[in-house]
């Protein structure tokens, strides 16, 4: 080990911890009004969970909604929210998510720049179509616009940073940090140790833990070590671990989400993802392929959803191309590798999966009447007006989930500061996104997590300078 003085600066007024949507969005909030700021990030490029995502973000009460004719308000995505939460959010962070989601949303557009597609989604969970895609589809359109704005506000961003552990005074205020500012992935990298102090605040935006193995273990058991997950491999809780070691409270840390419209034919969220999430959950049917019945309202949120396939093990999701045409989505791409098959027709279908035909037929044809009565009687999915039968040919995809989002995290009040075990700020302290622990509870509903990081992130971005 070797201490480098030289390669980062010793000060700052604003130190952020991680290159995703929360700790950007925080930084340029935080440079906006007036802030001196550089954020720290240990991989060599920018991004985390944030650029591999989807990028979709809710919010409510939109020009797009009202140019479509659908009604929808804070209160009622407050309510969504809520409802999923089970108890185990905070309702005052919950609120003010929902209340400044259309207006960050908006920001997004003008500030950073971003453009979306126009089409609106629905994910379960949620009462109405609030969900929209960045364009290109990818949270890395976020993150390049993102990055473009640091570099036009000439805010630093230094990679290969690791951060090891906080440094506090002897009010227990957290003045700075001990880092590796050489970090690889590699465990016999040279390190090179440094601390670096910031007079305002830290603002902590390290991202979850679903593909932590060793800290999923700790704090949920039950996940098999083998159970994939859609994070990048390198997703791991040493911040949070180390807020944890300066007595930062904690809440839900046994919740992890799990991603319920994934493939274990393939690595990550991947290709198939968009199939599942998008198509199948709105236009299709998920079948146990034992029975050929469908076992859920494929609308049940993501919480409902996993347990029951997981449950289930033997899932498939089926949509047809008329519902792949109306989704907008391109697959071409997953059926060449092979990921989602195409089905000329419903013995191909129940051939491919060894479902018992006449069983599948039975299942479509009542599936068809359904969506003509317009009513679920079995499992109560809302029929919207864009779902249509199902009709050969069919496209299918087997369906696993796999751990995909941190419920659990730090405890922050309102205003993103770090509150301590004994429910006190913990002075110099501030967390946003991924990272905490009070804003979905029991499930975080489809889109949400976006909302929540840009919301955040921007209020981090202006309390760390009250201090
Ligand atoms: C495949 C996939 C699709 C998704 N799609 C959506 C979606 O469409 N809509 C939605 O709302 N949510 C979605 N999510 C969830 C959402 O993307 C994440 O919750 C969100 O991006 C987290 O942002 P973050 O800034 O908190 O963390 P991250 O983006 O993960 O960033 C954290 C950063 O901190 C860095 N870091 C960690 N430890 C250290 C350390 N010790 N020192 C320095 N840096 C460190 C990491 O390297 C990382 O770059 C998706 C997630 C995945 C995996």
């Known amino acids: 080990m070797t201490i480098n003085q030289n390669r980062i600066p010793y000060r700052s007024e604003v130190i952020v911890i991680g290159s995703g949507f929360a700790g950007l969005t925080a930084a340029i909030e935080c440079k906006i009004q007036g802030g001196q700021v550089i954020v720290l990030e240990k991989m060599k490029a920018i991004g985390g969970n944030s650029i591999i995502s989807d990028g979709g973000i809710a919010a409510p009460n939109t020009p797009e909604q009202e140019l479509i004719g659908i009604k929808d308000s804070a209160k009622l995505m407050f309510e969504d929210m809520m409802k999923s939460a089970e108890g185990l959010s905070d309702p005052e962070i919950t609120r003010i998510i929902c209340e400044k989601a259309s207006e960050t949303y908006q920001w997004s557009k003008d500030v950073l720049g971003i453009k979306y597609m126009s089409r609106i989604d629905i994910f379960g969970g949620h009462q109405v179509p609030r969900c929209y895609t960045p364009d290109p589809f990818s949270g890395s359109t976020i993150i390049l616009k993102t990055r473009e704005k640091c570099e036009a506000l000439g805010i630093k961003i230094l990679c290969g940073v690791s951060v090891l552990s906080f440094i506090q005074d002897e009010n227990k205020r957290v003045i700075g940090l001990n880092v590796d500012s050489n970090y690889s992935l590699d465990p016999d990298h040279k390190k090179e140790l440094q601390q670096i102090y910031a007079s305002k605040g830290i603002i902590v935006a390290s991202g ?260």
């Open 208 to 467: 979850g833990y679903a593909a932590d193995v060793a800290f999923r273990k700790q704090v949920h058991s039950d996940i098999d070590d083998e159970i994939q997950t859609t994070n990048k491999r390198f997703t791991s809780a040493e911040v949070l671990q180390a807020c944890m070691d300066i007595n930062a409270k904690t809440a839900n840390l046994d919740l992890i989400q799990w991603m319920p419209w994934t493939t274990n034919d393939e690595i990550g969220y991947g290709r198939g993802g968009l199939f599942g999430d998008y198509i199948v959950s709105s236009y299709g049917i998920l079948i146990d392929s034992k029975t050929g019945q469908r076992f859920i309202n494929e609308q049940a949120n993501r919480k409902e959803l996993a347990e029951m396939i997981l449950q289930v093990k033997d899932v498939v999701g089926i949509a047809d191309e008329r519902s792949v045409l109306a989704s907008g989505w391109d697959l071409n791409s997953a059926l060449q590798k092979g990921i989602i098959k195409k089905h000329e027709s419903i013995s191909d279908l129940a051939d491919m999966y060894k479902i018992p035909e006449d069983q599948l037929i039975e299942t479509l044809d009542h599936y068809n009447q359904m969506v003509i009565s317009k009513k679920d009687e079995q499992f109560n999915k809302p029929i919207e007006d864009w779902m249509s039968s199902l009709n050969a040919p069919f496209y299918s995809m087997r369906i696993n989930p796999k751990t995909h989002y941190s419920l659990g995290g730090v405890v922050t009040n309102v205003d993103t500061q770090v509150l301590d075990q004994q429910g006190q700020i913990l002075q110099g302290l501030y967390a946003v996104g991924e990272v905490t622990g009070l804003t979905h509870g029991a499930n975080r509903l489809g889109s949400c997590s976006v909302t929540e990081c840009l919301v955040m992130g921007r209020i981090a971005g202006q309390k760390v300078l009250e201090s």
